[in-house]
């Protein structure tokens, strides 16, 4: 359906400050009456007379009226109602990694299988028309479907895709995805831990100044760097056997709820292209 | 002023010693002739007729009326310094009137000035119909001094004249005008609304009108002078806000109504 509208009509009540207006007008404009000792004579006087018509308006007039139409028309929020074209369709890249870490068991299944319900509630939110691609990362990269529409399509080949045992190598993926997004305004979601060990790399240090990821029990489960020294080795003994402390322990609750999502959403183009860099950076 | 009434006083006029000169009586002396000379006057009535329509108070700021009171009363205080006796006569709306009695000696300009200031515009007045109606009540022989605005028609003014002339009354027309009446160029945009009866007339006061509308007037004032010569009045105008006293002595002495003695 097409045509104009309004999106507000009681805004036509702001059309009174036109009846004010002529109002104001006619009360400056009124004919002053002029008292005179008699009319008799001024009868005989062959003068044109006044017309009757107490509604002479000037251009002033005109110019006020003018304004106070449009504001009162703006009050109305008038709006025009066209027949829209088809909405390009958005596309929704699904990047999934299928390497042997996500085989791993969490708390509540396979990083695998949630992930893969992940994708199919994201497939069930997308509009009718949207596109989706799947491209899945192991040792090599392949594509489980071309941009299609086809959602149950979709859902197939998403059921059929398996967690194998190979290694990870988001790299040639990653960038098949930069490619599909240069081509194409694209969503993507990526799914691997990957992105769990990055943001592992941003959790403030521990009090050893080491950097690791936490089991489920909280302790520290291997170190990237160390601070080398004996003092250092005997400190990190004595935390040992104490068990970690309550900051720790929090710490460690905060890791496995987001090792449990065991993936990261990324919505545009652009962090993206940043994430392929940051994965790139990190694989040199 | 002129005599009018048969009523005779006997005033001296001068003293003369060589007889016969004179048509006075002689007196008796020790054998010198005094003889005495003496004028006969006759003593006059007047009757002021004031109008105090509304139209006496327009225009605004040129109050007719203050004038026709100040020559009311000096035209009083002159027939009461000659000994003759005045009535004063406020017409009013609708046919009314406020009549006073004859006052005969100096000592009564004081009321009659009462009288006169007591006069306050107001109301619709048909002059004509009210000296008709004043010339039914009151006879003469006597002189009627009208001071009005005269703005009326003539032919219904004439009417009140000859009314008054028919009861034997030597009629002067006192003419009361505004300058803005004789040449209405203060005049803004407006309706012209008449101050007795509220009747309105719109007309575009252009200048070719007011030419037309001062045409008018003089040709007005020209049939009042007509009217004064058809039924043998006087007439004098008097501009508002002018001298009173230039204007009696000299208009008024112009036409032979006030002398000098």
């Known amino acids: 359906m097409s045509g104009p509208g309004i999106a507000n009509p009681l805004g036509a009540l702001a059309f009174l400050a036109l009846a004010v207006l002529v109002l104001l007008y006619l009360r400056s404009r009124r004919r002053q009456a002029i008292p005179v000792a008699t009319l008799f004579l001024w009868r005989r006087v062959r003068a044109p007379l006044v017309e009757h018509r107490s509604f002479r308006p000037d251009l002033l007039f005109w110019l006020q009226a003018a304004i106070l139409a449009a504001l009162a028309a703006a009050c109305l929020r008038p709006y025009l109602e066209r027949a829209a074209g088809a909405a390009p369709a958005a596309r929704l890249l699904v990047l999934l990694d299928v390497s042997a870490s996500m085989q791993a068991r969490e708390l509540d299944g396979v990083r695998f299988d949630l992930a893969r319900a992940r994708v199919q509630s994201e497939l069930a939110g997308l509009p009718a028309g949207d596109e989706v691609m799947i491209v899945t990362a192991g040792a090599r990269t392949s594509v489980g479907l071309r941009w299609s529409t086809d959602r149950a399509l979709a859902r197939s080949r998403l059921e059929e895709i398996t967690a194998l045992d190979v290694p990870t190598d988001l790299t040639p993926a990653l960038e098949l995805a930069l490619a599909e997004a240069r081509v194409r305004a694209a969503r993507a979601s990526s799914c691997s831990p990957t992105s769990r060990r990055r943001r592992a790399a941003s959790r403030p240090r521990s009090r050893h100044g080491r950097v690791g990821t936490h089991r489920a029990d909280g302790r520290q489960r291997r170190h990237r760097r160390c601070g080398g020294g004996r003092a250092a080795v005997r400190r990190h003994a004595r935390h040992q056997r104490a068990g970690p402390g309550p900051e720790l322990r929090a710490r460690a609750a905060a890791g496995r709820a987001r090792c449990a999502r065991g993936w990261r959403h990324v919505d545009t183009a652009g962090a993206l292209a940043r994430g392929a860099r940051e994965h790139l950076r990190d694989a040199a | ?261």
């Open chain 2, 1 to 261: 002023m002129q005599p009018a009434s048969r009523s005779k006083r006997i005033v001296p006029t001068s003293r003369a010693t060589i007889p016969g000169t004179s048509t006075g009586a002689p007196s008796p002396g020790l054998g010198t002739l005094l003889v005495r000379g003496f004028t006969a006057e006759r003593q006059v009535a007047f009757h002021l007729l004031l109008d105090a329509s509304a139209s006496m108070s327009v225009p605004a700021g040129e109050d007719k009326l203050a004038a026709a009171r100040e020559l009311a009363m000096a035209l009083a205080f002159i027939a009461l310094a000659a000994n003759d006796t005045v009535r004063t006569t406020v017409l009013l709306a609708d046919g009314q009137a406020r009549v006073s009695r004859l006052h005969g000696h100096r000592g009564a300009a004081a009321h009659v000035a009462e009288e006169l200031a007591a006069a306050t515009g107001g109301g619709a007045l048909g002059l004509g119909a009210a000296l008709e109606a004043y010339a039914a009540r009151h006879a003469g022989p006597g002189v009627a001094i009208v001071v009005s605005d005269l703005m009326s028609e003539v032919d219904d003014l004439e009417r009140g004249v000859r009314a008054l002339r028919a009861r034997r009354f030597a009629v002067v027309l006192a003419h009361v005008v505004a300058p803005s009446e004789l040449d209405p160029r203060s005049l803004r945009h407006g309706v012209l609304r008449d101050a007795e009866s509220d009747a309105v007339h719109a007309i575009r006061l252009t200048s070719a009108a007011m030419a037309e509308y001062r045409a008018v007037v003089a040709a007005h004032l020209a049939a009042l002078r007509s009217l004064a010569d058809r039924t043998r009045s006087l007439y004098a105008r008097l501009v508002a806000g002018t001298s009173v006293g230039d204007f009696v002595t000299g208009d008024l002495a112009r036409l032979g109504f006030v002398r000098r003695r």
